[in-house]
């Protein structure tokens, strides 16, 4: 069974930085795509990035509006995806999750990690 | 960017009834690679559906997805009272995976 843990959320100042995790287990990490997925408090699911496989070279994309400031990487060693966020801002505030893609059995996702921008 | 647009943004019924949530594409979801889910308040999202139409493990056979290209359509066949909730479609087709505003499922 699939199994995505977060972790690294907290109460940040704005213009400060946080580092998330994200545990996985019960699938080989190291063939897998990873992304990272936010959501406002009230809001809608907002997709924030991807990271591909080290066999498919690795790279990460990104959403527009969080190019530059965030940085998807992944440590297959640990089975762990990481988001470093810098230059935090108040509308960062948003349960950051990970999530990963099977053709066998679809989308699976953490329960989430709560991060709050605030001074 | 592909954007995603759902109808109706709320849905009122009662339990027992049919619901039918739109979801259209602004440029064609090739291979069918879309996904509904279900998320209710303080919870993470809740895989329905993947590949338009395949429905994820443990998730009850009144929920089914179908459409293709531009327009895709889940159906509720018989709504239980667990059923209300907010209701969004993904796509994963092309870089942004973007997601739908989403529908409310609401008790009439």
């Known amino acids: 069974e699939v199994q995505l843990v977060e972790s690294g959320g907290g109460l940040v100042k704005p213009g400060g930085s946080l580092r998330l995790s994200c545990v996985a287990s019960g699938f080989t990490f190291s063939n897998a795509w990873m992304s990272w997925v936010r959501q406002a408090p009230g809001k809608g699911l907002e997709w924030v990035g991807r990271?591909?496989?080290?066999?498919?070279?690795?790279?990460?994309d990104y959403a527009a509006p969080v190019e530059g400031r965030f940085t998807i990487s992944r440590d297959d060693s640990k089975n762990t995806l990481y988001l470093q966020i810098n230059s935090l801002k108040t509308e960062d505030t948003a349960v950051f999750y990970c999530?990963?893609?099977?053709?066998?059995?679809?989308?699976?996702w953490g329960q989430g990690t709560l991060v709050t921008v605030s001074s | 960017e592909i954007v995603l647009t759902q109808s109706p943004g709320t849905l009122s019924l009662s339990p027992g009834e049919r619901a039918t949530l739109s979801c259209r594409a602004s440029?064609?979801?090739?291979?069918?690679?879309l996904a509904w889910y279900q998320q209710k308040p303080g919870q993470a999202p809740r895989l329905l559906i993947y590949g338009a139409s395949s429905r994820a493990t443990g998730i009850p056979d009144r929920f089914s997805g179908s459409g293709s290209g531009t327009d895709f359509t889940l159906t509720i066949s018989r709504l239980e009272p667990e059923d209300f909730a907010v209701y969004y479609c993904?796509?994963?087709?092309?870089?942004?995976?973007?997601f739908g505003q989403g529908t409310k499922l609401e008790i009439k």
């Open positions: 993904q796509q994963y087709d092309s870089s942004p995976y973007t």
């Open positions: 990271i591909r496989s080290k066999t498919d070279g690795g790279t990460a």
């Open positions: 440029q064609s979801v090739s291979r069918s690679y």
């Open positions: 999530t990963t893609f099977s053709f066998t059995s679809g989308w699976s």
